[in-house]
């Protein structure tokens, strides 16, 4: 048996494609995470408000800003007990203790070096290269012994922990597991029909196949995914770190038959994302053409059901989700998002694809 928010999430997730004509944006990116907020507090006004009690983003909804996150957050009275993530700069120092690290990935930022006792260790100063790698501070698997961080390591006030999560109604917590537990399910069901192999032969009888062994069931879907007299269909083109900017614009131009520019565009977004949706239509035999252009130069692209590639970019944005709120605080609870999102990731998968 369902309940109400189960049901209101499912059909909200199930309906966004349509609702924004298969086509991904910020529109549709902020009404996903609307949707998602709305459900982890069970569709309660005045708990959204709660969480976001300085208004409603008029952008993608993010609690992590909502509730104060700004630079060098990782370093303040709420980081304690968390891993501290600090993301180096290019030029920055990192520092690698010798005699503590487990091997030469092991860092830790100056703060958290200086936060920590290394008194007649062996230790390297490197300056990073920049985007390449966080501290340290707080994995236990990174470190030898126990490293005593001052700014993060848990003084473990349970007592504390215990009257925070007293003040979090259990409802709430039911909605918050509730809600996370099925945006993993979807999550699992969309990217699970996703193909595997990207160079294989496509054909009209194959992509039509994968759209209906892709389609989500009712259970609590809100009456699942039902047979389109004309379905609309999607090319991507996926970056590979081989072909250059100009190489990719070029070959998107000449197979689209747009003007340069619009090559560039989706060249750059190739580039920058992983992939892009080059061409949507209808006509699927003349997307093929588009795709077959497209790889004459040995690049990858895949055609599928646009409302299929709009769900895979929806898991996109919940990935994003998920990491914004991970470190995020309801009432007084500062464990539980957190908590909850690392045992459902172990969880079993309740399967609502019709994929076998």
């Known amino acids: ?34 949707l998602l907020f709305r459900s982890l507090v069970g569709f309660d006004e005045d708990r959204l408000r709660q969480l976001f009690p300085n208004g409603f983003p008029e952008g993608p909804w993010k609690l992590a800003e909502a509730q ?8 303040t009275e709420a980081a304690r007990g968390k891993r501290c993530g600090h993301i180096f700069r290019a030029g ?3 520092y690698r203790c010798v005699t503590c690290a487990v091997d030469d990935t092991c860092v830790l930022c100056s703060k958290c070096f200086d936060a920590s006792d290394h008194s007649d260790h062996q230790y390297q100063i490197s300056l990073s290269s920049g ?30 922990k215990q009257r925070a999560q007293t003040h979090l109604p259990s409802d709430w917590a039911e909605n918050i597991r509730l809600t996370i537990s099925r945006v993993m399910d979807y999550f699992c069901d969309v990217i699970s029909c996703s193909p595997e192999q990207l160079r294989l032969p496509k054909t009209e009888d194959g992509i039509r196949q994968d759209e209906v062994a892709s389609r989500l069931t009712g259970d609590w879907y809100g009456g699942g995914d039902h047979a389109e007299e004309e379905p609309e269909w999607a090319c ?19 197979a689209c038959r747009e003007r340069i520019r619009f090559g560039e ?20 035999s003349q997307l093929l053409k588009v795709s077959q252009v497209l790889e004459q130069i ?40 957190r908590h909850v999102i690392c045992e459902e990731l172990l969880s079993p998968w309740r399967q609502g694809s019709v994929l076998d």
């Open 1 to 34: 048996m369902l309940t109400e928010c189960e049901r209101k999430l499912g059909e909200g997730l199930l309906r966004l494609p349509f609702e924004h004509g298969c086509r991904y944006g910020p529109e549709a990116e902020r009404d996903l995470l609307e």
């Open 131 to 160: 985007n390449c790698g966080c501290c340290d501070c707080g994995d236990d698997e990174a470190w030898r012994y126990p490293l005593f961080c001052a700014i993060h390591t848990d003084r473990g006030d349970t007592k504390g």
């Open 298 to 337: 040995k690049v990858t692209t895949t055609v599928r059901s646009a409302r299929d590639t709009f769900r895979e970019q929806m898991c996109g944005t919940i990935v994003e989700w998920l990491s914004d709120i991970a470190g995020c605080t309801v009432l007084e609870d500062d464990q539980i998002l």
């Open 92 to 94: 920055e120092a990192t």
């Open 68 to 75: 104060g996150a700004q630079e060098g957050a990782e370093y």
């Open 236 to 254: 991507a083109l996926w970056n590979d770190e081989k072909h250059t900017i100009r190489d990719v614009a070029n070959q998107v131009a000449r």
């Open 265 to 284: 565009k989706k060249a750059y977004e190739t580039n920058d994302i992983g992939r892009t949706v080059v061409r949507q239509s209808k006509d699927l």
